[in-house]
Nanobody, 118 residues
Framework: QVQLVESGGGSVQSGGSLRLSCGASGRIDSINTMDWYRQAPGKQVELVAGITSAGATNYADSVKGRFTISRDRAKNTVMLQMNSLKPEDTAVYYC????????????WGQGTQVTVSS
């Protein structure tokens, strides 16, 4: 089991910045990737950014060049720095951890609201 706790959401005007953090506990040594997903009202959940245990990153096209995912191994924390925010970035953001063993399991945090006003 992995427990995830997000923080850092809030409200900001278009063009502003926010930094999300996700603290992990439990089977952290078994985590293969940690990702940020988001779900906007009336839309499906979408992958925003991910980082592997080796440090490789990937981003959704819609956030490339604006968002940066990073990891602090010592603090078991993954961060998402979001710059140049747009109203379409408004969503609930979820931190997830994927463990590939035992058939694969993805663990989800409780989510944090990000609201960008124009």
């Amino acid at each position: 089991q992995v427990q995830l706790v997000e923080s850092g959401g809030g409200s900001v005007q278009s063009g502003g910045s926010l930094r999300l953090s996700c603290g992990a506990s439990g089977r952290i040594d078994s985590i293969n990737t940690m990702d940020w997903y988001r779900q906007a009202p009336g839309k499906q959940v979408e992958l925003v950014a991910g980082i592997t245990s080796a440090g490789a990153t990937n981003y959704a096209d819609s956030v490339k060049g604006r968002f940066t995912i990073s990891r602090d191994r010592a603090k078991n924390t993954v961060m998402l720095q979001m710059n140049s925010l747009k109203p379409e970035d408004t969503a609930v953001y979820y931190c997830t951890a994927y463990i590939s063993t035992s058939g694969g399991n993805r663990y989800w945090g409780q989510g944090t609201q990000v609201t960008v006003s124009s």
